[in-house]
Nanobody, 117 residues
Framework: QVQLVESGGGLVQPGGSLRLSCAAS????????MSWVRQAPGKGLEWVSS????????NYAASVKGRFTISRDNAKNTLYLQMNSLKSEDTAVYYC??????????WGQGTQVTVSS
């Protein structure tokens, strides 16, 4: 069965960095668009970034563009999100999801990112 398992979240100070990982299994990872989506406390889901199956195309929400980088290693069936220059408003649960922007059929359990001094 399809499984997506996120890791790498935690508490970081403003201006700091974190790298999230998402280990995928149960499907041909290299054939699928993958995305990161987040949910801040008390708010709805917000799409963050997506990456094409072979990594040749990426796109980002305006709120993270220039600070976050999505990447993937198809040999390791792993999706990444490098987050730099973190702000308090980046505090959220981050989810790995299969599929492109707005068309996600499987989700991970999420990893908490808290940006606070």
């Amino acid at each position: 069965q399809v499984q997506l398992v996120e890791s790498g979240g935690g508490l970081v100070q403003p201006g700091g960095s974190l790298r999230l990982s998402c280990a995928a299994s149960g499907f041909t990872f290299s054939s699928y668009y993958m995305s990161w989506v987040r949910q801040a406390p008390g708010k709805g889901l917000e799409w963050v970034s997506s990456i094409y199956s072979d990594g040749s195309y990426t796109n980002y929400a305006a709120s993270v563009k220039g600070r976050f980088t999505i990447s993937r290693d198809n040999a390791k069936n792993t999706l990444y999100l490098q987050m730099n220059s973190l702000k308090s408003e980046d505090t959220a649960v981050y989810y790995c999801a299969r599929g492109p922007t707005g068309v996600h059929d499987y989700w991970g359990q999420g990893t908490q990112v808290t940006v606070s001094s």
